[in-house]
Every structure is written in C-alpha cells, then in structure tokens.
C-alpha cells in the first residue's frame, strides 16, 4: 500500500460524457502526475501538477485537464469522451525536489467508454 | 522520437532461475531511469538509477545503469512465484514533452 487512494475505482461512460477522476497524495507528497495505461502497454504521461500549477503535459489534447488542491489531492477531467480513452488511468504522488522521480502510484481507475 | 525499450517483451523461468531484463532508451534530457513491478494496478517502485555503473540492489533484485550506452538491466536471482509481474523500465527527463517516458514492460511468469 503506498498511500495513494484514487476513486473511482471502475466507471462506465459513453461517448461524448465528460468524467472527472480523483486522487488523494501519499501524506506529505506535494508533486502529482496522471498516466494513461492501455491494456498491455506502459504508461503514457498526462500531466504533472506542483503546488496548484501543471508542471508538465505529455501530448494530449485539452479535453484532459486537471487540477491540484491545496492539500495536493487531484483531479483528471476528460471531455467529450471517444472510445479510445478507455484505459486504466493512474495516478502517482512524489515529493518534489531530488526524489520527485521516486513516484507512488494509486490502485488506478478503470475507465471503459462504450 | 524519444523511446524506451524493453526485452524480452515476455519470459517464462521456473523457481530458483536467474532472470536478466533490459531496458534501452533513446531519450533527450535524461534525468533518471526508473523500474517499477506491476502486479494487478498499481506499478510499484523498485529502483532509480541516475549514475552509470552504480549497482543498487535490494534483496534478490538488482540493477544498473549505462549512460554511455543507454541501457540498464533489472536483474533478479533466485526467483520465485511471487516475482510474477510485468516489470515496467522508465526515464524521466529534466524537460520536454514528456517528462516520464516508460517502455511496454516485460511480463515475467515464474512457475513453481
């Protein structure tokens, strides 16, 4: 267990909905990154936020958006929703500076758009 | 384009076996390499690497890193079941586009 709750855990949408993801920071992590992971692929980088800012995006579309609260928890918002978003979406927490690289990652949400 | 390689893309050993897994990577603004073990959801972090030729080890798991050639290898000694997983290698970079690149993974089977 590394301390990094995400919610929900499964979610069915359809094409065109809009979902919002959740994730809680291991306790004192102030660093949060979101990851795409496809079935049997590795993780593909969202979008990092620090301190309330995003602190680097990988090559997604604004329809994904996030946000960082004051007690580090995140968001992942995905618009519009397509077929090809279904994946297991990842979040990890780290504590920035020389061990912002050593991410915990959540359980994951399981995101399937029919 | 940035990559990051792993093989073999899957193995299968039995018990007591050593297992060698490599990870290769063409990447810009190398920061670290990083493994990660992912059983069902959630990778779990194994190693980070940021100097060449500086084993880390922790148990029976081992790795090591090579800047000049742009590998590194996750070794494990001894294997048993519970070492099942798809092993996931990593760079991060000090900027770019993305700041964490993983490879495809290598799903390792031990059989009892």
Not at chain 1, 72 to 99: P, Q
Not at chain 2, 4 to 27: A, F, K, R, W
Not at chain 2, 28 to 51: D, G, V
Not at chain 2, 63 to 75: A, Y
Request: proline share 4%.
């Amino acid at each position: 267990e590394t301390g990094v709750t995400q919610s929900p855990t499964h979610l069915i949408k359809t094409r065109g909905q809009q979902v919002t993801l959740r994730c809680s920071s291991q306790s004192g992590h102030n660093t949060v990154s979101w990851y795409q992971q496809a079935l049997g692929q590795g993780p593909q980088f969202i979008f990092q936020y620090y301190r309330e800012e995003e602190n680097g995006r990988g090559n997604f579309p604004p329809r994904f958006s996030g946000l960082q609260f004051p007690n580090y928890s995140s968001e992942l918002n995905v618009n519009a929703l397509e077929l090809d978003d279904s994946a297991l979406y990842l979040c990890a927490s780290s504590l920035a500076g020389t061990s912002t690289d050593t991410q915990y990652f959540g359980p994951g949400t399981r995101l399937t758009v029919l | 384009e940035d990559k990051v390689v792993q093989s073999p893309l899957s193995l299968v050993v039995h018990e007591g076996d050593t297992v060698t897994l490599n990870c290769s990577y063409e990447v810009t603004n190398f920061r670290s390499l990083l493994w990660y073990k992912q059983e069902k959801k959630a990778p779990t972090f194994l190693f980070m690497l940021t100097s060449s030729g500086i084993e880390k080890k922790s148990g029976r798991l081992s790795s090591i890193l090579d800047k000049k050639e742009l590998f590194s290898i996750l070794n494990i000694t001894a294997t048993q079941t519970g070492d099942s997983a798809v092993y996931l290698c990593a760079v991060a970079r000090t900027s770019g586009t993305y700041k964490y690149i993983f490879g495809t993974g290598t799903r390792l089977k031990v059989l009892a």
